[in-house]
C-alpha cells in the first residue's frame, strides 16, 4: 500500500515557474514507477510525465517537453514535477500516480495503482 501526497500547486503568471512535491508513505516507494497527471475541468485525467523507479527513464507528453522536468529523491520518497514557461492550457489539478508495472502499449490512468488526492495549477494570462 503507498499513500500519496501532492503539494506545490498555486496561481501563477504565464510564463512563470512552480515545482510540484509528491509525497509518498511506505517503505517501497524505490520499487514503484510515478507519473504525474492532470485534468482539467470537463476534460479526462491525461499523462504528463512518468519516472521509472531508478530514474534511468522519463517520459513527458508532447506539450510539456522542453518545459517540465520529472524527478524522484527515493531517500526522501518523494517525486517532483518541475514546471516552467507555464502557459494558460497548463491550467488543471494535477495528480501523482504510482505504478507497480511497466506503462501499457497506452499511457493511461489505468497503468497507476495509487493516486493521490491532487493539487489545483492556475496559470493566469
Known amino acids: 500500500q503507498v499513500q500519496l501526497l501532492e503539494s506545490g500547486g498555486g496561481l501563477v503568471q504565464a510564463g512563470g515557474s512552480l515545482r510540484l512535491s509528491c509525497a509518498a508513505s511506505?517503505?517501497?516507494?524505490?520499487?514503484?514507477?510515478m507519473g504525474w497527471f492532470r485534468q482539467a475541468p470537463g476534460k479526462e485525467r491525461a499523462p504528463v510525465a512518468d519516472?521509472?523507479?531508478?530514474?534511468?527513464?522519463?517520459y513527458y507528453v508532447d506539450s510539456v517537453k522542453g518545459r517540465f522536468t520529472i524527478s524522484r529523491d527515493n531517500a526522501k520518497n518523494t517525486v517532483y514535477l518541475q514546471m516552467n514557461s507555464l502557459k494558460p492550457e497548463d491550467s488543471a489539478i494535477y495528480y501523482c500516480?504510482?505504478?507497480?508495472?511497466?506503462?501499457?502499449?497506452?499511457?493511461?490512468?489505468?497503468?497507476?495503482?495509487?493516486w493521490g488526492q491532487g493539487t489545483q495549477v492556475t496559470i493566469s494570462s
Open positions: 500516480g504510482a505504478r507497480k508495472y511497466r506503462i501499457g502499449s497506452r499511457w493511461t490512468q489505468v497503468d497507476y495503482n495509487y
Open positions: 511506505g517503505r517501497t516507494f524505490s520499487l514503484y514507477g
Open positions: 519516472i521509472s523507479w531508478s530514474s534511468d527513464s522519463t
